[in-house]
């Protein structure tokens, strides 16, 4: 580094301002702006600011970084607390800001293991990062119920990189993405000191996978039939204001059966989260005249709240579910839960506070583990609820030896906001990691037919009260992901902490 970069590098305002920013690109690289080549760009800003910095500070700047990402990247918590949750707006700011600066704490622990793995060396903290960043993105998908969402991979669903995603997932991805801004990091340095043959490897390095992903991404990893399965998607854009709202149930069912009414005869037909907001056991009416409706090799699948006894719980409860009805059969429950939207944790001390924490259906419990797949006119089908899309892991698990994947969402929480957008980016990275067809219904936007490569071949727009017809392809087999999982990337990343971290040496006897 030029010394007067260097000295600009030591400023401790000019390191949280870069900091800041590393984490604002992030968010650039995703949808709805798309410019995934960001990316590297914002881990060479981050090294520009934290590469030498001392292991007690490196804390500090993980989450600074975190802060950057997350106070632009998932602003749109704000309006569903805000506009959607009834919660004064000086509170919701202040709930937001508490959900931003806690999510930034494990990009911080990320850059404290960073450091003490690496206490005095740069050349291991270069060649570490990759795996404490993704060993950080893991932990925060399952920590606390997890939240994996701004995963840096998955804005490749459009990049050079898409190919890798059959192969080793988003984790995967967000690591040749890190070493790439390593690469381009490092070059510079080698060239000022003349080591030309350490250039050549590090610029090799760093261009294979980016040269080799767009061959990769031609590979058909699963078969994928060539007759088409027609279906229909009901978007209703019903108001949030009234989704819970008693004096409008009926004109909500009657939404639904009007948007259907010219499509009771296609294979699939579905309606989006909660579409009908009526627990099953209140709902047969419905539920039958739905049956009679529909033609003899016709399934509707619905979003529809589940409330009985539960043997696992021992004791009656609510469940977020999903439901097929006619030429197929198959009740799904939610696994996992949006928290204080779904569940509220500390109940006993929250409910009651503010309105926030008494939303309609905020008692949800999670649904079993193993739950056998929907079926529709004999293909097997695995449903996930909104947030359930976002977890790699769990859809890869879930996809195996499916047809189809669906999702439905109600992402009228999020308004006009960058959420929905990011949402259906992140079921565009799910299908092109498992190889299927994604078939996406919601409330408001952004409905949506996806297929294998992870790209959208139909769509509603969003805020629009519409239909969605067209064709999905049902698909065998697995890609090496679904297999796997993340396992290969995460023992990756725990092989290279093992050999490349420093070892403390033991004192010497005087």
């Known amino acids: 580094m030029p010394?007067?970069?260097?000295?600009?590098?030591?400023?401790?305002?000019?390191?949280?301002?870069?900091?800041?920013?590393?984490?604002?690109?992030?968010?650039?690289?995703?949808?709805?702006?798309?410019?995934?080549?960001?990316?590297?760009?914002?881990?060479?800003?981050v090294l520009f600011a934290s590469l030498d910095l001392p292991p007690r500070r490196l804390f500090r700047a993980g989450w600074l970084f975190g802060v950057g990402l997350f106070g632009t990247g998932v602003s749109w918590v704000y309006v569903s607390i805000s506009e959607f949750g009834n919660t004064p707006a000086a509170i919701a700011l202040v709930l937001t800001t508490l959900f931003v600066a806690g999510l930034a704490l494990f990009h911080g622990l990320a850059f404290w293991l960073w450091g003490r793995l690496t206490p005095g060396s740069p050349v291991r903290r270069l060649l570490l990062l990759p795996a404490v960043w993704i060993l950080g993105d893991w932990l925060r998908s399952w920590l606390l119920t997890g939240f994996p969402w701004l995963y840096l991979g998955t804005a490749q669903v459009d990049g050079p990189l898409a190919g890798f995603a059959p192969v080793m997932?988003?984790?995967?991805?967000t690591f040749l993405i890190v070493a790439t801004g390593i690469g381009l990091w490092a070059a510079p340095l080698l060239i000022r000191r003349r080591r030309f043959v350490a250039v050549l490897s590090v610029v090799l390095i760093t261009l294979i996978p980016w040269l080799t992903g767009p061959f990769l991404n031609r590979i058909q990893w699963t078969s994928v039939s060539d007759k088409p399965t027609p279906i229909a998607a009901m978007q209703g854009n019903i108001p949030q204001q009234i989704k819970w709202d008693p004096e409008f149930l009926k004109h909500q069912i009657q939404t639904y059966l009007g948007l259907t009414e010219n499509d009771w005869q296609q294979a699939i037909i579905v309606w989006p989260e909660t579409a009908i907001p009526l627990p099953q056991d209140q709902a047969g009416k419905i539920i039958e005249y739905i049956r009679e409706q529909l033609?003899?090799?016709?399934?509707?699948?619905?979003?529809?709240?589940?409330?009985?006894?539960?043997d696992r719980l021992k004791d009656f409860t609510y469940h977020n579910s999903i439901m097929a009805i006619g030429n197929g059969q198959g009740m799904y429950h939610k696994?996992?839960?949006?928290?204080?939207?779904?569940?509220?944790?500390?109940?006993?001390?929250?409910?009651?506070l503010i309105g926030f924490f008494d939303l309609p259906m905020s008692s949800f419990s999670p649904g079993p583990e193993n739950q056998p797949p929907l079926t529709a006119n004999g293909y097997n089908i695995r449903p996930f609820i909104c947030y359930e899309v976002a977890y790699p892991d769990f859809v890869a698990r879930g996809a195996r030896n499916m047809d189809l994947l669906i999702t439905i969402s109600n992402d009228g929480w999020f308004g006009h906001s960058l959420g929905p957008l990011q949402h259906l980016q992140i079921a565009r990275m799910r299908?092109?990691?498992?190889g299927r067809y994604m078939l996406r219904d919601t409330n408001n936007g952004l409905t949506a037919i996806?297929?294998?490569?992870?790209?959208?071949?139909?769509?509603?727009?969003?805020?629009?009260?519409?239909?969605?017809?067209?064709?999905?392809?049902?698909?065998?087999?697995?890609?090496?992901?679904m297999l796997s999982g993340s396992w290969p990337a995460l023992t990756l990343a725990v092989i290279l902490i093992v050999f490349i971290r420093e070892r403390r040496q033991p004192p010497q006897p005087a």
């Open 335 to 352: 696994q996992r839960l949006v928290p204080f939207g779904e569940y509220v944790p500390l109940q006993h001390w929250l409910r009651g």
């Open 169 to 173: 997932g988003v984790y995967g991805i």
């Open 3 to 45: 010394d007067g970069l260097h000295r600009l590098s030591r400023s401790r305002w000019t390191q949280a301002l870069a900091l800041l920013l590393a984490g604002a690109l992030q968010t650039l690289t995703f949808a709805p702006f798309h410019w995934w080549w960001l990316g590297p760009l914002s881990i060479v800003l």
């Open 295 to 310: 033609g003899p090799d016709s399934t509707l699948i619905t979003g529809i709240p589940w409330y009985g006894y539960s």
């Open 431 to 434: 299908a092109l990691e498992t």
């Open 450 to 481: 996806i297929d294998e490569k992870g790209q959208v071949t139909e769509t509603i727009p969003q805020f629009t009260r519409q239909t969605m017809r067209g064709d999905v392809y049902m698909a065998t087999g697995a890609t090496p992901y």
